[in-house]
């Protein structure tokens, strides 16, 4: 089928769904009550659903009061005896797939189970709508008359029950419907290779005679595949390889500290569009141009609750009850069977017609060593200011305390890669506690005389320090992340020794 037609074929068809899309914008609280029912009756004959008799349940009120709230911790007791072959526990289908997460590089593996209808009516209905939502908002667009470069993770095999684990990214893309896998390169051969390094090769080698249309992947290892590819065809932009290229899509981490990088290397008329996917589910997609902001997905087969985390009390609310920028910990039930689930990501609204949110970090990262309670919205608000001053730009990053003395105070040490660093490391150091005080007023607090805290200190990493850290722990590529902020030492300490 010729690409020209075929993209105005995608085009019309993808665009049927913005009327679905429109009625769940203009009725949230009533398609979030019919999610709910629906999720209570298909489970109401699991074990989990008799014990907390799903039967009886009909209203959000009901549901808050009867089925408690959990975590990871809590709830692998049942995903456990899943992944060893007991069925309809939490969920009424059969689970064969399970994502392996991790959150943070250095935390130990989780593994959350992934149902048919996880995939179908969430994870692959969400794709389609990225780019329903994207063609929508750009008429001239010709993003099928090309392909779209994909930069996932990879897959294993549960070897004791036939079951499958590995990144979310891997399970969908060997699951890929056939449409789908004809607009996508590399293949999947290539796409799910474990080692990063061949698979970076081979990524390279299949897909610079392709017309690439589209990126998608995690920012932190999209920009390392970009750059080598500057590197091998000693160009400059990647339009000057692509040159049908239209847009980046990604997620997984915040996107402003690369920005100007992926501006740099991709060139002012590419456009960003972000994604907020996790291994639990999809949540939120952007659907303006130009915008920071996504709109919540209501019809995946999710039910969204929200935790406030600035009362003394913490109150679980759902849609009806939210309000504006204020921070939420958000808690999901889902098609996969996970009910009232933490899944540690905080984000604020920025509009509730329709409800459209921004992701503001996790529940865990922060830094509280010195009572200072920094939240990594905190910290990269401040850090994006300091590279703009300074006309810096950085590849990444991680924050440890150093903890108090008999003679000294206690501070923040900053490890930063810089792709084009400070002229003046210590005025950065210095632009940089200003714009923390200025961000957060319980680090001012305690920056108050140099009595508790003194002023941050910035090590300056060498050239790809921390994809050598992920190299030597095994985690390259894939959905594996550095840890932003840690409350101890143990990871930069790792990082200090490599330096």
């Known amino acids: ?17 913005m009327h679905q899309i429109e009625l769940f914008k203009k009725y949230p609280l009533e398609v979030q009550n019919e999610v709910l029912l629906n999720l209570l009756k298909n489970a109401e004959n699991t074990e989990f659903g008799k014990k907390y008799n799903f039967s009886s349940i009909k209203n959000y009120s009901l549901f808050s009061k009867k089925i408690p709230l959990t975590d990871y911790e809590n709830f692998f007791k049942y995903v456990e005896r899943s992944i060893k072959g007991e069925s309809n526990i939490f ?9 392996q997460s991790s959150g943070t590089t250095n935390s130990k593996s989780k593994f959350i189970p992934v149902s048919k209808e996880s995939l179908e009516e969430c994870h692959y209905k969400a794709g389609k709508d990225v780019l329903c939502l994207y063609v929508n908002n750009n008429e001239n667009s010709n993003l099928f008359s090309g392909k779209s470069l994909r930069l996932g993770g990879s897959k294993k095999l549960y070897e004791n ?8 990214s891997a399970i969908l893309i060997d699951n890929l419907p056939m449409w789908a896998e004809m607009l996508s390169a590399p293949n ?7 080692k990063w390094d061949e698979k970076l090769k081979a990524i390279i080698d299949s897909t610079l005679s392709e017309n690439i249309t589209s990126l998608a992947g995690v920012p932190s290892w999209m920009l390392i595949l970009l750059n080598k590819i500057l590197e091998d065809r000693n160009e ?6 692509w040159e049908n290229l239209e847009v980046y899509f990604h ?22 569009y972000e994604t907020y996917n996790a291994s639990e589910g999809f949540f939120a997609i952007q659907d303006r141009n130009d915008h920071n902001d996504m709109l919540l997905m209501l019809d995946y087969g999710i039910y969204f609750e929200f935790e406030v985390l600035d009362k003394l009390n913490p109150e679980i609310i759902n849609l009806s009850k939210v309000k504006l920028n204020t921070n939420y910990a958000i808690i999901i039930s889902t098609n996969a069977g996970l009910w009232r689930y933490k899944i540690g990501d905080t984000v604020k609204f920025t509009s509730l017609n329709p409800f ?5 970090g996790r529940t865990k990262s922060f830094i509280n060593a010195f009572g200072e309670e920094l939240i990594i919205e905190n910290a990269e608000n401040a850090l994006n200011k300091t590279l703009l001053k300074h006309n810096s730009r950085i590849v990444e990053y991680t924050v440890a305390p150093s903890f108090i003395s008999k003679k000294k105070s206690g501070f923040h040490e900053w490890m930063i890669e810089f792709e084009k660093a400070p002229a003046n490391i210590s005025k950065f150091c210095e632009d940089l506690d200003e714009n923390l005080q200025k961000s957060n007023s319980d680090y001012k607090s305690k920056r108050f005389k140099n009595i508790t805290m003194r002023r941050l200190e910035v090590i300056v990493a060498k050239e790809k320090l921390f994809f050598d850290w992920l190299k030597f722990k095994n985690k390259l590529g894939g959905q594996n992340k550095i840890p932003r902020l840690c ?13």
């Open 1 to 17: 089928m010729p690409f020209s037609f075929l993209n105005t074929v995608t085009t019309w068809f993808l665009k049927k769904r």
């Open 356 to 360: 459209r949110i921004k992701i503001t």
């Open 91 to 99: 969920w009424n289908s059969p689970i064969k797939w399970y994502a």
């Open 251 to 272: 997620g997984g981490v915040n996107f402003n500290p690369y920005i100007n990088q992926f501006k740099s290397v991709l060139g002012d008329d590419v456009r960003f």
């Open 188 to 194: 999947n051969e290539i796409s799910l290779m474990d």
């Open 487 to 499: 409350n101890d030492r143990i990871l930069i300490e790792e990082l200090i020794e490599l330096n």
């Open 236 to 241: 400059t932009k990647i339009k000057e390889i």
């Open 161 to 168: 029950n036939n079951n499958y684990f590995g990144d979310l």
